[in-house]
């Protein structure tokens, strides 16, 4: 791997920038490896690195159906944090935070990993008194986590419409000071050249379309070139398994596909310098370094997989935007699209052996799968080299629907739209 | 997206709310089976084609409406009504409207 660094840059400006190598191969698929990892997005990109990394597995392949990015690594709103009030949330995403904090440097690729800090605005006295609550379990975790007063959030968010008279008066917010955004494309695009380097193949344009199996274990996997065996196979999917699980005779799952809608204004000058979220309804909004506000609302809240969304989403996210910062209704939006999100029964992800012999399973990401790209890899490559979980995700496992278990960091019952 | 309501007609998707997958059957309270329950509540088989679904025309007539929509390209194939009033679709006022 051809090392990136300031004298690299200079050598190569020399040159007329000619010289570089791709950042990745693009090799043919061998008819066997030692694992399989079924979703080039970021969490399946993740668990390759860190199978060769952490556990020395590099006879390894990513099977991705489109081009790396197409899936919703390279549709979200970019924000990372780890302000959860479930201990078991908060550790995972903590873990996550910390793996973000090293990430450029671990991967020698700069994913502009930003922290900006995510505010959470609050419009009610209870809603505060649940944020200082909030802020106290992250507290006892060891997460930074800060209450604000009103004075202080308009110290910090110049733009917010803090006139008594607004439609939802903000009384505070709760900071996360380390939270923030990382550039979603260099995510994927890093963790795929710093898998590569490590012997990864990575291999685009290959669908998935069976598994093979032999006495009840999956083996390996038919694709559109050609099969090819391993006796482990991880699916990280996201919006598509239920689809994928089926082609394993797997046809019922805790899982709801959905579509997230995002949008970007036109570029302006800067004048949002960290991550706002409205708590009167359901909105996140940043800058991109590009000065394109960036923001996004709640899913359209019926089954889809048509990666587009519909338009009475974005009148309510429009309208929440401009009810929360004035100066945006006069923004031209600039594009808006969509992306297809599996949805858990109680809003949080599954990393797991199973549910077959030989099938590992990542899914179950929801909004919030962004920020977890470090940890779930992490995670994961843990799980299918151990065949056990770490304990970060002993707690995300399929059977804890069946248990009693279940994980609703929200408390809103077993209903995706809601979560 | 429209959909149309058999009472009212068709109207715009901001109007109904949805209630998911239409298909699943609560277990009987008799059965002490939790297989059947954790079905009930947790397991879908969230298809990508055709979806029989349910949704509540919240901001119309109130009914509930069981309807076969297509996940991937958002058509309607058909609209009846659900609970005591299934089968009474022919006779509602926005019949064939
Ligand atoms: C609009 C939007 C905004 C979001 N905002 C945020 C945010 O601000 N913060 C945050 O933390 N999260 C956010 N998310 C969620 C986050 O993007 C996802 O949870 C996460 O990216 C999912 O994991 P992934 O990267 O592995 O998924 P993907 O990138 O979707 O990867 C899955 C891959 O599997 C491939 N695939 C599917 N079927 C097959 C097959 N049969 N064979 C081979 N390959 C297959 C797909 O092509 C795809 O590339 C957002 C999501 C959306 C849509
Ligand atoms: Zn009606």
Redesign the pocket.
């Given at each position: 791997m051809q090392k990136y660094s300031a004298l690299s840059l200079l050598r190569n400006a020399l040159s007329g920038h000619r010289d570089w190598q791709p950042a990745w191969r693009k090799p043919d698929p061998k008819p066997a490896y030692d694992a399989i990892i079924?979703?080039?997005?970021?969490?399946?990109?993740s668990t390759a690195y860190y199978l060769a990394k952490e556990h020395g597995l590099t006879n390894i392949a990513v099977?991705?159906?489109?081009w790396?990015?197409?899936?919703?690594?390279?549709?979200?709103?970019?924000?990372?944090?780890s302000n959860y009030m479930l201990p078991d949330n908060n550790r995972f995403y903590e873990w996550s935070m910390k793996l973000w904090e090293g990430l450029s440097l671990d991967l020698n690729y700069n994913v502009m990993f930003s922290q900006r800090g995510v505010l959470n605005l609050a419009h009610t006295p209870s809603q505060l008194d649940d944020y200082a609550r909030r802020g106290n379990s992250m507290r006892l975790e060891g997460i930074d986590a800060e209450l604000l007063g009103r004075e202080e959030v308009a110290r910090m968010v110049p733009g917010l419409d803090m006139s008594p008279s607004a439609r939802f008066p903000v009384l505070g917010g709760l900071l996360q000071p380390r939270a923030g955004?990382a550039r979603?494309d260099a995510v994927?695009w890093g963790y795929a050249r710093a898998a590569d380097a490590r012997g990864v193949d990575i291999i685009e344009n290959?669908?998935?379309?069976g598994f093979l199996r032999e006495g009840g274990r999956i083996v390996g996997v038919e694709?559109t070139r050609g099969e090819i065996r391993a006796p482990k196979v991880g699916v990280?999917?996201?919006?598509?398994t239920s689809?994928?699980l089926r082609?394993a005779g797997i046809e019922r799952l805790p899982i709801e596909s959905h579509?997230?809608?995002?949008f970007v204004s036109e570029p302006v000058k800067p004048i949002l310098d960290c991550v706002v979220t409205f708590g009167a309804g359901h909105l996140?909004i940043s800058q991109s370094d590009k000065g394109g506000l960036v923001f996004?609302g709640d899913i359209d809240k019926y089954n889809s997989y048509a990666q587009r969304g519909n338009l009475p989403v974005v009148e309510h996210v429009m309208s929440e935007v401009s009810v929360m910062l004035p100066f945006v209704s006069r923004l031209r939006l600039l594009r808006n699209?969509?992306?297809?999100?599996?949805m858990s029964m109680d809003g949080s992800p599954i990393i797991t052996t199973g549910p077959l012999p030989g099938l590992y399973l990542?899914a179950g990401?929801?909004?919030?799968?962004?920020?977890?790209?470090p940890a779930?890899g992490w995670c994961f490559a843990w799980t299918m080299a151990r065949d056990e979980p770490h304990p970060l995700n002993a707690p995300f496992t399929l059977d804890r629907f069946q248990r009693g278990y279940v994980l609703d960091e929200r408390g809103a019952g077993p209903y995706p739209k809601m979560h | 997206m429209r959909i149309h309501c058999p009472c009212c007609g068709p109207r715009g998707v901001a109007e109904f709310s949805y209630g998911g997958d239409g298909t699943i059957r609560r277990p009987d309270l008799a059965v002490t089976d939790t297989d059947a329950h954790v079905a009930y509540v947790y397991e879908r088989e969230n298809p990508r084609g055709p979806h029989v679904e349910l949704w509540h025309h919240i901001g119309g007539c109130r009914h509930w409406l069981r309807v076969t929509r297509d996940t991937l390209t958002h058509e309607i194939s058909s609209v009846e009504m659900a609970g005591r009033f299934a089968g009474d679709a022919a006779r509602m006022p926005g019949a064939g409207a």
């Open positions: 079924v979703g080039g997005g970021g969490h399946g990109l099977l991705e159906k489109g790396l990015g197409s899936g919703n690594i390279g549709r979200n709103t970019t924000i990372v944090r955004t979603h994927a290959c669908e998935v379309t694709t990280a999917v996201a919006g598509s689809q994928v082609l579509v997230l809608q995002a996140y996004g699209w969509g992306g297809i999100m599996d990542n990401w929801c909004y919030g799968g962004f920020k977890a790209t779930s | -």
